[in-house]
């Protein structure tokens, strides 16, 4: 038994030579507090009018570079998911109904803002029969019809694969349809409880044969994977034909969420972005602060 031991850890230290051990975030993962008059600019618009973004609301630690360059995100159809996954901070339970003037109000945000390239995502829906869909669809033409310039970037569920609801977000066109994988395929069913592995990458392959112009899909490293699974996940998603792919840390939102296993390293991350260009996705953001919606 000992032998044996030792020799697991052994082929665990060839495995992740690169990342390190959780003992307080490293250096590299420290975030400067945002500033610059675009920044204060928009942080004042969003206190005068409540407005509703992810970027406030997560505390993403890149508020201030998108805000900077004209971006932001917004999440739709509530603050209450009907999934449990188990890396995110997002509240778990019975929905509230749907707030059928919320494309409106999300336009008019984009507009008070004057956002150059809004993202938009939502909670997961399984609770409704169009799972949101219908939402999401007069979302984006609210968007149009009031920012016309505004490019948008749609972080969409899976909708449980249902090629019809699907097919609402390919009529709208959005430039970026993405659908974030999240984890590895032996961590699936612990990370994203609710959402199957296959069924995500099926999902964003329909979406490129229905014409979406580019695809996305995002990974969390950091959460007991090991480099070759991520190598093996970044090239199912380039099978299903996925054109850009983002790669981030995994931070533990609260204490009821999943525990962080390592960081890893910028030597790592930059490793997993030249892997992934040589596999031929057309962009790859790889580091660790770089979060699924960042441009």
Request: charged share 30%; proline share 4%.
């Amino acid at each position: 038994n000992k032998k044996k031991k030792k020799k697991n850890n052994s082929m665990s230290t060839v495995l992740k030579e690169n990342v390190a051990p959780p003992k307080g975030k490293p250096k590299w993962l420290r975030v400067k507090l945002p500033t610059g008059k675009k920044y204060t600019q928009l942080r004042g618009l969003v206190d005068k009018y409540d407005l509703h973004t992810i970027c406030t609301s997560g505390s993403c630690p890149n508020m201030g570079e998108c805000w900077g360059e004209g971006t932001a995100t917004f999440m739709i159809l509530g603050n209450v998911c009907t999934r449990s996954c188990g890396f995110c901070g997002v509240k778990t339970g019975r929905p509230e109904s749907v707030d059928w003037a919320e494309p409106e109000k999300v336009a008019r945000s984009i507009k008070i803002m004057g956002i150059k390239h809004a993202v938009v995502t939502s909670v997961d829906r399984d609770d409704l029969k169009d799972m949101g869909s219908i939402i999401w669809a007069e979302t984006v033409k609210a968007i149009r019809r009031m920012n016309p310039t505004t490019t948008l970037e749609t972080l969409i569920p899976d909708f449980q694969g249902i090629e019809k609801l699907l097919d609402r977000i390919v009529a709208v066109s959005p430039e970026v349809v993405s659908h974030n994988m999240e984890t590895v395929k032996r961590l699936t069913r612990e990370v994203r409880i609710q959402a199957k592995y296959e069924r995500s990458l099926e999902v964003l392959d329909y979406l490129k044969t229905q014409g979406i112009n580019r695809t996305k899909s995002g990974i969390m490293l950091g959460l007991g994977e090991f480099e070759d699974e991520v190598i093996t996940t970044l090239s199912d998603l380039r099978k299903a034909n996925v054109d850009v792919v983002t790669i981030g840390q995994y931070l533990q939102p609260s204490k009821k969420n999943l525990p962080v296993k390592e960081f890893i390293t910028p030597e790592q991350f930059k490793k997993y972005e030249d892997i992934g260009l040589e596999m031929g996705f057309r962009h790859v953001e790889s580091g660790a602060l770089v979060r699924s919606s960042y441009k």
